[in-house]
């Protein structure tokens, strides 16, 4: 039985807020799909290609689960970062929403209320009405430089976050070496928006040239890669979620020389 039911903010047309050529709606939906892919059965993704505050998907929700539902926040405020827990006012934060703003704080400080309680949000509502066990989450401030790499290059120490406060263990069949995650140095690599540069790229469900091809990329399209990378059959693959199978795909960044080349496939754009 699921320990947990993820509902991802916007889509479906909505983007959310945006910052650093991120939109909110897909950064929510690839933490929800790393949540998923390490909690396994535990986890209950919500249909990822609906926009749950529009067509008012909580009021017909039949779970037993808690609910968590993943935004990010934007200011336009310069320095304005870090995540907090929105609970329904008058309700007394459960062991759920402490837990999860405690290590959510710690992640990502810069909030001074890790709680805080509203009463105008129409899905906080909904959920107080039927006594959905429910808190919305505030993943940080997409529009904070300092947020946005915190995020993008700890995207599964954010899920596991979240597993964690709900009692539910990460599969270890499913979970990735962290080995070589960094953000910086020569031989490091960095996660963020990368532009292909040839024709085709291919896809792959394997970090290496012996992975199915599943998909493709085409010249100036972009991917969103997180800090993860292998080196293998002499190239560095770089990898991401899939939005929509949540599963892990590969793509060959460039020929493995130790650091990035004129003649990549994908660069950085930022
Ligand atoms: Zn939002």
Redo the contacts with the bound molecule.
């Keep these: 039985m699921a320990k947990l039911f993820v509902i991802c903010?916007?889509g479906a047309g909505d983007p959310?807020?945006d910052g650093g050529g991120y939109t909110?709606a897909e950064r929510?939906r690839a933490l929800a799909a790393r949540i998923k892919a390490l909690g396994g059965s535990e986890v209950e993704l919500g249909d990822t290609s609906r926009n749950w505050y529009r067509d008012g998907g909580i009021s017909r929700l039949e779970t037993t689960a808690p609910v968590v539902e993943l935004?990010?926040?934007a200011s336009g405020v310069p320095g304005a970062h870090g995540a907090h827990v929105i609970v329904k006012k008058g309700f007394e934060p459960d062991e759920y929403d402490r837990a999860l703003a405690d290590k959510l704080a710690a992640f990502m400080p810069g909030r001074a209320e890790k709680i805080v309680h509203h009463s105008e949000l129409a899905n906080v509502n909904r959920a107080a009405r039927r006594g959905i066990n429910y808190r919305l989450v505030?993943n940080g401030f997409i529009d904070s430089e300092e947020d946005r790499e915190k995020f993008n290059g700890h995207l599964d120490e954010l899920a596991r976050i979240y597993l964690e406060v709900f009692g539910i263990t990460a599969s270890s069949a499913t979970s990735e070496p962290e080995a070589g995650a960094s953000g910086s140095g020569s031989t490091g690599f960095e996660g963020g928006t990368y532009r292909c540069t040839v024709d085709t790229l291919n896809v792959r469900d394997e970090p290496g040239l012996s992975g199915s091809v599943v998909a493709s990329y085409h010249k100036n399209q972009t991917v969103v890669l997180d800090s993860w990378y292998k080196v293998a059959d002499g190239y560095v693959w770089g990898r991401y979620t899939g939005a929509t199978s949540g599963k892990l795909r590969y793509v060959a960044v460039g020929r493995a020389t130790g650091k990035p080349e004129a003649d990549d496939y994908l660069v950085r754009v930022e």
Aim: proline fraction near 0%; charge should be negative; aromatic fraction near 0%.
């Design positions: 903010g916007h959310g807020a909110e929510v935004h990010m926040d505030e």
